[in-house]
């Protein structure tokens, strides 16, 4: 099926099944060099997104959520939620500024056009029962189809056929008895794709040294500990942390590190002495030793801290790594163990894993250009009410906080002003953000279901996947432009 569909403020596109829907005749641009420019700058169309949390959705009244560079007006009604597009085909007054006069519509604050939840002009309030207007051809307005899971509403934006949402939308979301808390509230000024590329990288190792978790719960700052990006795992959707993939059957350690160091091919083991990496001029990283210090001692707390989570059954698809459309997960799926005893004797020696809180997932949403909408989702598996309330004290009094601000923030702070069309020279660490550029601008120009070649680097095999999901052996391409190769590796 091909149509035309008018979008507005975006002119005519051509539109499709949600495959075919491609802005250069389903030609995927050649791989190689410095492909930013080809990256979509609101965001691959074709996907479910997180649109607004349920309960923010008012009674009688709609509000605007704008994402993906366009403005939709959303409202309740007949115990659903619609998403319209926020102008009214009369005259392209906002529906969101309108009322909701009858269950399960929406009212233009102009002339009154009554609109459903399909879009359709259902009455027209100013020339009564007899309009002759009311719901002529051309009268609607454009309807989003919406599913809400787990207090959030998801929402369709694609010109094509909705893919089935549970391809797009995290496991934990599926799960019965789990919980979901997550942050809507958060935009930071910056490029979706900019956003998103802050992760499966080895910032983690420096610009969160002093984040709080870091500092109490986890070593934060040991060279080559957090680098998961050099070796991504394809997953059919995205990337694993490649990084304990590689070092599976592996004895990494070195010297007296307490970490494994996760080495670029062809890279010697840092010379680590307690901990701290040493330079030849006799430098030391880190400077201190008092994260390991204050470890010791909070530990035990940051383990009591811990939440539950579901574990997934596509352990391929939604273990930590970046996915489509703009998805990052930082955590471990596996549930800690079993909590026997009194807590605090059982916390005793316990060091509180990564920090981060429940099955921790970022995912970004193109509001603008240079605005992004941070979504943050966390999924936990309370056994009852009482652990229910536990969790949601643990959340709102310091997960919450220390995960999304006070982590998030200083990962913000750096991409604020971030000059991202300066030429780059890659490491081996960026290979998951080379191969990530890849994946985004083949999906937007071959379509949703365009295959992705991609060479897991290293031989390494790749993850248990489905049939569908291609991975191919065939090499990488080479390139210039002042990049590393195909595969990001120097
Ligand atoms: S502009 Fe909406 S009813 Fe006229
Ligand atoms: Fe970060």
Not at 17 to 34: A, E, K, M
Not at 197 to 209: A, G
Not at 394 to 399: A, L, P, Q, T
């Amino acid at each position: 099926m091909t149509s035309t569909i008018i979008r507005p403020g975006l002119g005519h596109m051509p539109g499709g099944d949600s495959g075919d829907f491609t802005p250069n005749g389903g030609r995927v641009p050649r791989l190689s060099g410095d492909i930013r420019h080809l990256i979509p700058k609101l965001g691959l169309r074709e996907y479910w997104y997180p649109l607004v949390g349920a309960n923010r959705v008012p009674k009688k009244k709609s509000m605007r959520v704008r994402m993906l560079g366009e403005d939709l007006c959303v409202f309740k009604g007949q115990g659903k939620i619609y998403a319209l597009t926020d102008i009214c085909p009369h005259r392209g007054a906002r529906l969101s500024e309108g009322d909701c006069h009858y269950d399960g519509t929406i009212s233009c604050p102009y002339h009154g056009w009554v609109f459903d939840g399909e879009g359709r002009n259902v009455a027209v309030l100013s020339e009564g029962p007899n309009s002759i207007v009311c719901g002529k051809p051309g009268t609607e307005a454009r309807a989003y189809p919406t599913q809400v899971l787990k207090g959030v509403v998801f929402v369709w934006m694609g010109d094509g056929e909705p893919a089935p949402i549970e391809e797009d939308v995290p496991e934990e979301f599926f799960i019965p008895g789990s919980h979901i808390f997550f942050n809507e509230h958060i935009f930071w000024r910056t490029n979706w794709e900019v956003a998103l590329e802050n992760s499966m990288d080895s910032h983690v190792q420096y610009l969160h040294r002093d984040n709080l978790q870091a500092l109490l719960g986890g070593d934060g700052a040991s060279p080559g500990g957090g680098s998961s990006g050099m070796r991504p795992i394809f997953t059919g959707t995205g990337f694993q942390g490649g990084g304990q993939q590689a070092n599976r059957g592996r004895n990494n350690r070195g010297g007296n590190n307490t970490r494994q160091q996760q080495l670029m091919p062809g890279q010697a083991a840092n010379n680590i002495v307690n901990g701290r990496a040493v330079y030849p001029e006799g430098w030391k990283w880190p400077k201190h030793r008092f994260r390991s210090n204050w470890r010791q001692i909070f530990g035990p707390f940051m383990y009591m801290l811990q939440v539950r989570t579901p574990q997934m059954t596509q352990e391929w698809k939604w273990t930590g790594g970046h996915r489509l459309p703009g998805i990052f997960g930082g955590a471990s799926t596996t549930p800690p163990p079993p909590k026997t005893g009194f807590p605090l004797f059982r916390a005793i020696g316990q060091q509180g894993g990564s920090g981060l809180y429940g099955i921790y997932r970022r995912q970004v949403v193109a509001v603008d250009e240079w605005t992004t909408r941070v979504w943050y989702h966390h999924g936990t598996l309370p056994r009852n009410k009482l652990e229910l309330l536990w969790f949601a004290f643990v959340y709102f009094s310091w997960g919450r906080w220390t995960s999304e601000y006070n982590f998030s923030q200083q990962d913000m702070s750096v991409m604020m002003h971030q000059v991202y069309d300066a030429p780059e020279k890659l490491s081996g660490t960026d290979a998951e953000v080379v191969a990530w550029r890849k994946l985004v601008v083949t999906k937007h120009f071959g379509g949703r279901n365009f295959p992705y070649a991609y060479e897991n680097p290293e031989g390494l095999p790749a993850p248990e996947l489905p049939a569908t999901v291609m991975v191919s052996t065939r090499s990488s391409n080479g390139n210039g432009n002042g990049h590393t190769n195909g595969n990001g590796h120097s």
